[in-house]
């Protein structure tokens, strides 16, 4: 047909419509919008009432936690869900806790990873934060963090036993190393806080009265970042899996931090050479059995004895790791690559697309630490067809 045929015809219509558009009309027209327009109101506010009702019948929990080893909070059950969480999804059933090591001045980038941790995963899950110091926390540090977790909250001291020197590390060798480490700008080299911090990660953490009843934990360090959501449960992945320990970042760990460290390995039982690789700890998802494990704790307790931890400054990075490498089966080690991470200085985001629009991630692909020179990921990838890790 001509289209020019078309208009034609549409003219006509109009000619019609409007013959017949009276005034009477027009008017019935209005009375059925105003009667759908109250018609949406009654039904938009009645579900709005039921939506508020919903939230008064279960506030949110908002009780004061207790310094200690309280568990009071868990036996009450998690907060209930906000109205989005609820229609998203369930709640976590692994026995797992979300575990932050912090002091109280890093309260401010302790929140900014709880939120990020929250909203990008743990709002839909409600799993425990478990918030453990070498020093009380204050009632600040409380108040503020509990406010963000959208499940229960502990907060414990750690054991002056576990954070202190051992009686057989003669510290005036060590004062002596932590100044000529300093000298030489060793990362860390002259602080005796982090070599507690370090010594407690690699040998205690597992063992703290308030993580004893979970099998599962996921750390979180102040100041980190989520860039995509995790739309599943990592533990039940894991577990599920026969997974031990699940990691994002792995690199190289500085040589002048362990220099013995290997040594002493090898003196713990024979083995080949290392190659200095670690997973960065500062994020890690993993089993606590493994290190409960008779073979992890020996590994410890003789890196202990050596006095490494002090004379030198062993990561706990280098020690999981390590330990990971010889006693865990190499299948059971899983890097989370749909994780978008970072911990400043280093950051990765997923490269396939999948990840990408499932997870809303915020990061560019090209920023991403798996492909810098300094990154283990290319002989991780390795060992996945067959050679050795460390
Ligand atoms: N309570 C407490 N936590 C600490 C101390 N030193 C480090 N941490 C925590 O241990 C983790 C690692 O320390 P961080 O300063 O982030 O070291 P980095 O990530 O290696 O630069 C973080 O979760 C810190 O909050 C300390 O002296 N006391
Ligand atoms: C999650 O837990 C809350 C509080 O215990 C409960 O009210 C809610 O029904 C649970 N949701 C699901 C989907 O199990
Ligand atoms: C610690 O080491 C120093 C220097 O080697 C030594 O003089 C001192 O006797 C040692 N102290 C103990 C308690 O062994
Ligand atoms: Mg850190």
């Known amino acids: 047909m001509d289209p020019k045929l078309l208009w034609q015809r549409a003219d006509t219509g109009s000619r019609i419509s ?18 759908c327009v109250v018609l949406y109101n009654v039904v938009y506010s009645t579900e709005l009432r039921r939506r508020l009702e919903m939230n008064v019948q279960a506030p949110r929990h908002t009780g004061q936690p207790q310094h200690g080893t309280d568990t009071a909070e868990l036996e009450d059950g998690p907060p209930s869900a906000t109205c989005f969480g609820a229609e998203l999804g369930h709640n976590g059933t692994e026995k ?9 001045s890093e309260l401010h980038g302790a929140l900014s990873s709880i939120r990020m941790v929250e909203d990008r995963f743990n709002r839909r899950f409600h799993y425990p934060w478990t918030f453990l110091n070498d020093k009380p926390f204050t009632d600040d540090f409380i108040k503020y963090t509990s406010g963000l977790a959208s499940g229960p909250v502990e907060y414990a001291v750690i054991p002056e036993d576990d954070w202190s020197i051992p009686d057989h590390v003669n510290t ?35 063992n703290q009265e ?8 996921w750390r979180v360090e102040p100041g980190i970042e989520l860039y995509c959501d995790i739309n599943y449960d990592p533990f039940t992945f894991m577990r599920e899996n026969k997974k031990i320990y699940g990691f994002v970042i792995s690199m190289y760990e500085f040589r002048d931090t362990i220099t013995t460290l290997w040594d002493r390995t090898r003196q713990f039982l024979n083995h080949g050479d290392y190659n200095l690789c670690h997973f960065w700890s500062n994020f890690e998802i993993a089993s606590l059995e493994f290190y409960r494990s008779e073979a992890y704790s020996r590994y410890f307790e003789f890196l202990d004895s050596t006095g490494g931890f002090f004379y030198e400054r062993w990561g706990d ?30 950051a990765r985001c997923p490269q396939d697309d999948e990840s990408h629009t499932s997870g809303r991630c ?8 798996d492909s810098d020179s300094y990154s283990c990921l290319p002989r991780w990838w390795k060992v996945n067809r067959g050679t050795g890790w460390i």
């Open 18 to 35: 409007a013959r017949f558009f009276t005034r009477r009309l027009s008017l019935r027209v209005l009375a059925l919008l105003s009667i």
């Open 96 to 104: 797992a806790t979300l575990v932050m090591l912090v002091r109280n």
């Open 172 to 206: 005036t060798i060590m004062r002596a190393e932590m100044l000529r480490m300093a000298k030489q700008e060793i990362i860390y080299g002259g602080s005796l806080s982090y070599r507690h911090m370090c010594r407690f990660n690699s040998g205690f953490f597992y």
């Open 210 to 217: 308030v993580m004893r009843k979970y099998d599962w934990y």
């Open 317 to 346: 990075a280098p020690v999981h790791s390590i330990g990971v490498g010889l006693f865990a089966p190499k299948d059971s080690i899983h890097h989370f690559a749909d994780f978008g991470y970072s911990h400043p200085p280093c």
């Open 362 to 369: 915020v990061c560019s692909r090209n920023k991403n630490f």
